[in-house]
């Protein structure tokens, strides 16, 4: 029987992420920079992001959470959304990871700025260079990021802060999952699904 | 003289990845020498299947034909049949001189020779998605196989239940698309820019002929000056072949593979499945003399109808057929002393071919044994809802070059099959302007299509 415990989630992280994305976009390995911005430099579009998710989420046994955000958060300003994701969500999504780097610059930097109870003003300019990448495509560089919607954040995502946010998730993951007691169902689902992965079907992990 | 449409529609493009060929003249060549594509299938086990010989698509290699990211993409979310059709479009549309005008247009990066917005797709489809649904059957198998002979095995709607959370929990977000007959249509329109209409047909054996047809009336009203019309198919898989097999509807000559499909023969047990993509553009008539395309015939006919009468069976008159043929020369405004050739549809089932040649005595009278009517299934095999189309490219090309195709393995005379089906061999046609095609389906579905040279005497215009 397979360890519950034990993790889909490989070593090499970034080389995972990037055999995923040649796959889902059809690029060699070499297009996959750590400062490729998926929407502009790699063409992700939603379907992509939620194959993305999907493949994360099968192949590495991790929960995304942020891949249901309804129409009118991801339309609200950038402080504002990502208030109310951090209210609904509960300090899980992709937009929330980004601002618990703040400790650590990054982005996260720029949203804790952005979101705080004394929101500096920060140029878009800023913003890219604190996620480590260039001003997307058709934004001014000087321009108040206070202008951006939540969604429009999805411009600024590289593979090196996907590659970071998909290893936070499992850190987390796993810290839950070794707290066991109320996370034991959890972990039996993991086990469940690990079993059929590996074509191994395990009867005793499947109890009612 | 009646139904006249209101423009004329031109022929120019087309394109095949079939059987016997990668390109119209290949596939003609070979049908001429009577060669059949029909094979032992060998590309999935067959050994429960009451067929187990099929006239495969050998040796494609889509790399070869598609080089774009995008499409490539879209490619990712397709089976072997749409991605032959992204093939087959390519031929038909360089063929017509249009493809590079068209993927520098859809670009943003100049203007091709039509408009997007002139430009529509329709297309002959089969079910989609059956990869994918075997791949589901294994999927279930190998989460929940061993729960039912558990020594306490759980009740049966329980694992139903296990099996639905299964699903949820391993269904890609592409499945949908995947399962999409018109995805194909979809993704065409996006790799050329096509902005006009866009419509898939899935009446089975028929649904590329109505394509065709439907796709000449978007022209002729005007919605449309250029149509990319065909269609594409397979039912060589485990699944579908058994399904078909199940409708006494195939043969079970599985020894003699070339043999097995033998048109208006006594001995006829069935047809033999081919698969397959054919593509045709289709042109205002007007369009094409203004950009100088060449012009390989007119569509000045179709007709179409059902029989309104079994699910799997014509009736034995074959009104239903008649009612399609008469229809197509209608629209035409053609007289059946007209028609030189008529590519049958003569799938070799015990029905159809009777049927089929009493429906050609119906309309054409005494003038139904002055022509040649040929079954190039018998070479082929049926290529179901790509049938249509890839017999309309081979009644183009029988036009072009005045040569008729013959129809093979048929030996033993049978007195209801009692026309000229050209078996000994291809025959040259010194006077040939105007070719009928048909596709019958199940379902009761007919539908023929007329094609006449554009070099024809007696064009109606």
């Known amino acids: 029987m397979t360890d519950p415990a034990a993790s889909l989630v490989p070593a090499d992280l970034r080389a995972a992420l990037t055999a995923i994305l040649c796959e889902i976009l059809v690029l060699n390995p070499e297009d996959v920079q750590p400062g490729s911005k998926l929407v502009d430099d790699l063409d992700a579009d939603s379907i992509a992001f939620l194959e993305l998710t999907f493949r994360i989420e099968s192949d590495f046994g991790l929960e995304v959470p942020q891949a249901k955000v309804d129409e009118q958060t991801l339309s609200m300003s950038l402080p504002d959304g990502a208030a109310r994701l951090k209210a609904i969500m509960g300090g899980s999504t992709l937009f929330e990871f980004m601002e618990a780097e703040a400790g650590g610059g990054g982005l996260g930097g720029a949203m804790g700025l952005l979101g705080g109870a004394n929101p500096a003003p920060l140029t878009i300019g800023a913003l890219a260079a604190l996620a480590a990448t260039s001003v997307p495509k058709g934004y001014d560089p000087e321009a108040s990021t206070a202008t951006l919607r939540l969604r429009e954040l999805f411009r600024f995502i590289t593979v090196e802060s996907y590659v970071r946010y998909i290893q936070h998730l499992a850190d987390a993951q796993a810290r839950i999952k070794a707290l066991g007691g109320a996370e034991a169902m959890n972990a039996e689902a993991a086990a469940r699904l690990r079993a059929a992965k590996t074509g191994a079907f395990a009867p005793g992990s499947t109890g009612a | ?461």
């Not at chain 2, 187990?52 to 490539?72: K, M």
């Not at chain 2, 039912?235 to 599985?254: G, K």
């Not at chain 2, 006077?431 to 095609?437: E, N, Q, R």
């Open chain 2, 1 to 461: 003289m009646k139904n006249r449409p209101l423009r004329r529609v031109a022929v120019t493009g087309l394109g095949v990845m079939a059987p016997l060929g990668h390109d119209p003249q290949t596939l003609f060549d070979k049908l001429c020498a009577g060669e059949s594509g029909v094979v032992p299938l060998t590309h999935f086990n067959t050994a429960h299947s009451a067929s187990r010989i099929g006239a495969a698509v050998q040796g494609f290699n889509l790399g070869e034909h598609i080089h774009d990211r995008a499409t490539l993409r879209h490619a990712r979310l397709m089976e072997a049949p749409q991605q032959w059709a992204l093939a087959a479009a390519r031929q038909a549309l360089s063929d017509a001189g249009l493809e590079d005008g068209l993927l520098t247009q859809a670009a943003g990066q100049g203007a091709a020779a039509v408009a997007g917005s002139a430009l529509g797709i329709c297309l002959g489809t089969g079910l989609a998605g059956r990869g994918q649904m075997q791949d589901w059957s294994r999927l279930l198998l190998r989460h929940l196989g061993g729960r039912l002979r558990e020594a306490d095995p759980p009740s049966e709607d329980t694992v139903f239940d296990e099996a639905a959370a299964v699903m949820l929990r391993e269904t890609n977000p592409v499945a949908l698309l995947q399962q999409c007959p018109s995805l194909l249509a979809a993704v065409l329109a996006i790799r050329y820019g096509a902005r006009g209409p866009n419509a898939t047909v899935v009446s089975l054996c028929a649904a590329s002929a109505q394509a065709l047809g439907e796709a000449a009336w978007m022209i002729a009203r005007g919605d449309a000056a250029v149509m990319l019309a065909g269609g594409t198919d397979s039912m060589l898989n485990a699944t579908d072949l058994a399904a078909f097999a199940r409708l006494d509807a195939v043969s079970a000559a599985n020894d003699d593979p070339a043999g097995a499909c033998k048109p208006f023969d006594a001995r006829r047990d069935g047809c033999v499945v081919g698969e397959g993509a054919a593509m045709l553009v289709l042109e205002d008539w007007q369009h094409a003399q203004e950009r100088g395309a060449h012009i390989h015939a007119e569509l000045a006919g179709y007709g179409t109808s059902d029989d309104a009468w079994r699910i799997s069976a014509p009736p034995e008159d074959g009104s239903g057929a008649a009612l399609a043929m008469q229809r197509a020369l209608d629209s035409a405004g053609l007289p059946p002393e007209a028609i030189g050739h008529i590519n049958a549809h003569g799938t070799a089932t015990r029905l159809n071919d009777s049927a089929e040649t009493a429906a050609i005595h119906r309309v054409f009278g005494a003038h139904a044994r002055q022509m040649p009517i040929v079954s190039t299934k018998s070479m082929t095999g049926h290529l179901i809802a790509a049938a249509g189309a890839l017999e309309a490219v081979i009644a183009i090309q029988s036009l072009r070059q005045r040569r008729v195709p013959p129809t093979i393995n048929l030996a033993t005379p049978d007195a209801r099959c009692d026309l000229d089906y050209n078996p000994a061999g291809a025959r040259a046609m010194p006077v040939l302007d105007a070719v009928l095609s048909n596709s019958f389906a199940i379902g009761g579905v007919n539908a023929s299509l007329l094609f006449t040279r554009p070099d024809a005497a007696f064009t109606p215009h």
